[in-house]
């Protein structure tokens, strides 16, 4: 069998497939297995993400699996292996257009300048990001609420902009993570809004249904981006039809989080005969 991905989605479906007697592969892109959780655990109080991927590695380890690092596989790759059974977990991307779905048709300008980021560029880079923050969140779960705790640490003045009418109203830590903020100062929330144009400098932004008059000039040194992911189905799309036993699962079927990418991956992994 053949997993491609060494997120937790990939590695669990190697571990239960492991444990299940087959003879298991797993390849991962990068130096390192994790994906994600990588990133996630580099979020103010979330490093217990890193636990979950250092065990999830140690077992595959332990259980014998063939697993092939710094190994981007493209679908000859899928042919030449002819294995019998093959798991696609490679994930997602954030997309970088700051589309958001009120305004569907809307293309944000200025979404490709060098100062607009991702979440997971913030995290993963612990650089001088300037004073000034904009984190726009059409999403409402843990990856803007972690991108805007990591800039207040930095000392900046940071807000969060939504269309919802609370930020992270998906997520259950919100409201902890929210009195955070207010004690370290500096945050903002511009609730009921939407992005209109990045500038170099600044942002604009506008009520839901307000009139151009109310756009609104906020200052932002850096601007982070997060929407929902673009899943990664490449791979999956140029199998489909051509192998008998694939599986896409994860967040490259669709974006979600870790709890439905480690299920997807155990329930792959326990349906092989
Ligand atoms: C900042 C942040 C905070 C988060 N916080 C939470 C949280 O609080 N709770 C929660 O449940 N989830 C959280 N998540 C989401 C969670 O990390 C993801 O949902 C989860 O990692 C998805 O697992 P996956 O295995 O499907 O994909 P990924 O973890 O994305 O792994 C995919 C892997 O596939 C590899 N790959 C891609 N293409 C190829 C290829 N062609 N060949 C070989 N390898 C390939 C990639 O290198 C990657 O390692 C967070 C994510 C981020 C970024």
Redesign the pocket.
Known sequence: MLV?????????AARIAALKGHKVTL????AE????????R??PH?AG?GDIAIWLEAEIYRLGVDVRLN????PEDIMAEAADHVIV?????PRMDARQHSFPSHAVPGTDQAHVVS??DV?RQPRDWGQTAVVLDTVG???GL??VEALLAKGMAVRLVTPSAAIGDK?E?TWPAYERFIQMGGFEEVTRHHLVEIQKGDVLVRPHLGAPQLTRVIPADVVVLVTPNQP?R??FEALAGTQKNLTL?????Q????????W??HAAARGIG
Do not use: K, Q, W
Request: glycine letters at 16%; hydrophobic letters at 45%; proline letters at 3%.
């Open positions: 491609v991905g060494g997120g937790p989605g990939g590695m669990e390849c991962e892109a990068s297995l994790g994906g994600m959780l990588n990133v996630a580099r979020a979330s993400f190994t981007y596989v493209e977990a490679t994930g997602s991307l979440a997971i995290l779960d843990y990856e972690a991108a997520n830590r990664l490449a791979l699962i994860g967040d490259a079927r974006p979600r989080d870790m709890l439905h990418a480690i997807e991956g």
